[in-house]
């Protein structure tokens, strides 16, 4: 399973934010490319601890459905996000793009990090589960947009 915490992950995912194009249509959902960046980019700095997103009450928190999603399964397509992650409004593209890579190397500087907050909707989670749900949340939403 790949990780954020992997540094050709990191490279792979920075060579494929170069095929995003503002304009590129969704091959699914409601968000355009530029919304979506804004969204991952949100999803780092909550994951760091920067941006604040309240927690859900949901079964998700609990062990084997946690680790089924965040290692098995895949992302289903259309699926509601905290409100938190699509509330800002996205820039000019190319600041939204720079934005995204600094949220990137700031995640990946927090290897390190014992205290991680909860996750609004899996609760607790270990640094190994952060760094292949991030890797898998973009992942999925690059594929959105054809990275």
């Known amino acids: ?23 590129a249509p969704a091959r699914w959902g409601k968000m355009n490319c530029s ?10 700095r909550m994951a760091t601890g920067e941006l604040y997103v309240a927690p859900k009450t ?7 459905i946690k680790q089924l999603i965040i290692y098995w ?26 934005q995204f890579k600094d949220a990137l190397q700031n995640f990946a500087a927090n290897s390190e990090k014992a205290d991680w907050p909860e996750h609004p909707a899996f609760g607790k989670l270990t640094t190994k ?4 749900l991030v890797y898998r949340h973009i992942d999925h939403h690059f594929r959105q947009f054809g990275a």
């Open 1 to 23: 399973m790949k990780s954020m915490w992997e540094s050709e992950v990191r490279e792979e995912v920075l060579a494929r934010t170069q095929k995003l194009q503002p304009t």
């Open 35 to 44: 919304r979506m960046l804004t969204h991952v980019t949100d999803g780092l």
């Open 58 to 64: 949901t079964p998700l928190k609990f062990t084997p």
């Open 73 to 98: 399964l895949p992302f289903p397509k259309g699926a509601p996000t905290a409100p938190e992650l699509i509330e800002r409004t996205p820039g000019e593209w190319e600041r939204e793009v720079a």
């Open 129 to 132: 589960d952060w760094g292949v």
